[in-house]
């Protein structure tokens, strides 16, 4: 196997598809990158087992064959390279000699046949949409993703395909965030996906741009297929609960708020909040929101922003952190917060098909 490739493109996609090496493994050959060479292509591919990424280059092939190489000390020496070009040249033990400039390395990889083959499954559904647009939408929810493994379901993103929209929702039984938009297509029909976080947040790594990516989602596994990428996953089996139940049916108050003034105020106000179970609270009073928090250990403090509200003063209490989540990561300029009272679900809205549903606090 014989073959010479661009440095910097080479080292481009080994960090591409490096996220999901683990630093242990009782598997050698999963901290390995798989390299196929053959028609002036060079295919890197890694896996995790639940994961599967892998990208392609143009290579100079002079002898195809298919090798794997240490992911990480081969990503280390390409960054510390000096030269144009890296030659690569693996013998029948797996031995890699590496050229690149005045450098000369050998490497010990492993037999390709050690590495775990993908596994092939059927597309009952296929999404296209645009990879910036997709980008944006995981952002926007997956704060919200819970971390206990009592609820697998709850670990991971929901995608719902419903007529000409899709949706993403991520919710830990304190809040939930969903995002909807329309894609280029679907085909498929109507159906649900539960995208384990960790692979939701590794697609949204590899996506940049305006290019269209294509979702392919099965019975137990989907893809994530863009120009230069290909992230294989498997799904999250269970039922996911009925999202559209926790948002109240209307609401009596309605405030737009600036994002950014807003996610400032409960920044700074928060500073004097100990612990993680401290809230803040907010008051609606003659067109201010005052943001108030206090605790014994370090003191009280207050701020305002401006806002059009008028009627009867209003109180309501927040987990601070989980209401800057949605200001940090929905991307806009206002948000529309709906309210009831100081016991129901507050929500938060924003354009472009983003909602945000949280619990208030009992003050104690």
């Known amino acids: 196997m014989k073959f010479t490739v661009n440095r910097e493109k080479l080292q481009k996609a080994l960090q591409r598809v490096g996220s999901i090496i683990g630093s242990r493994s009782m598997f ?163 159906g649900d996906a539960i995208i384990p976080l960790k692979a939701a947040q590794e697609t949204r790594r590899l996506l940049d741009g305006d290019d269209l990516m294509t979702i392919r989602i099965g019975d137990k596994q989907c893809s994530f297929v863009g120009n230069d990428f290909e992230l294989t996953t498997k799904l999250i089996e269970g039922n996911y609960p009925n999202y559209r139940q926790v948002v109240p049916a209307s609401f009596s108050r309605s405030v737009e708020v600036p994002a950014s003034v807003f996610l400032g105020k409960i920044e700074t106000v928060s500073l004097v909040l100990s612990d993680s179970s401290s809230y803040i609270i907010l008051r609606f009073e003659n067109n201010q929101l005052r943001l108030q928090a206090s605790s014994t250990e370090v003191g009280e403090g207050s701020d305002m922003v401006e806002v059009a509200f008028e009627g009867e003063p209003f109180e309501v209490s927040f987990n601070p952190a989980f209401l800057a989540d949605p200001l940090r990561n929905c991307d806009a300029e206002s948000v529309r917060m709906k309210l009831n009272d100081p016991l129901n679900p507050v929500a938060i809205e924003a354009d472009e098909g983003f909602l945000y549903v949280i619990m208030p606090i009992r003050k104690k």
């Open 28 to 190: 050698p050959v999963l901290g390995n990158v798989l390299m196929q060479a053959e028609d002036n292509v060079l295919t890197l591919t890694t896996t995790d087992l639940e994961i599967r990424i892998s990208t392609k280059i143009e290579a100079a092939v002079e002898v195809p064959g298919v090798s794997t190489a240490p992911a990480r000390k081969l990503a280390s020496l390409v960054g510390c390279f000096v030269g144009a070009d890296v030659m690569f040249d693996i013998d029948d033990k797996d031995h890699i000699k590496l050229k690149c400039g005045t450098s000369h390395f050998t490497l010990l990889g492993l037999a390709a046949a050690d590495f775990p083959a993908a596994e092939q499954f059927e597309a009952k559904r296929e999404i296209r949409v645009k990879e910036g647009e997709f980008k944006k939408m995981v952002a926007s929810i997956a704060y919200a993703v819970s971390a206990d493994d009592s609820r697998k379901v709850l670990t991971g993103v929901l995608l719902s395909a419903r007529e000409s929209t899709i949706t993403l929702v991520a919710t830990d039984g304190k809040r939930l965030a969903m995002q909807e938009k329309t894609p280029e297509s679907i085909t498929g029909g109507d």
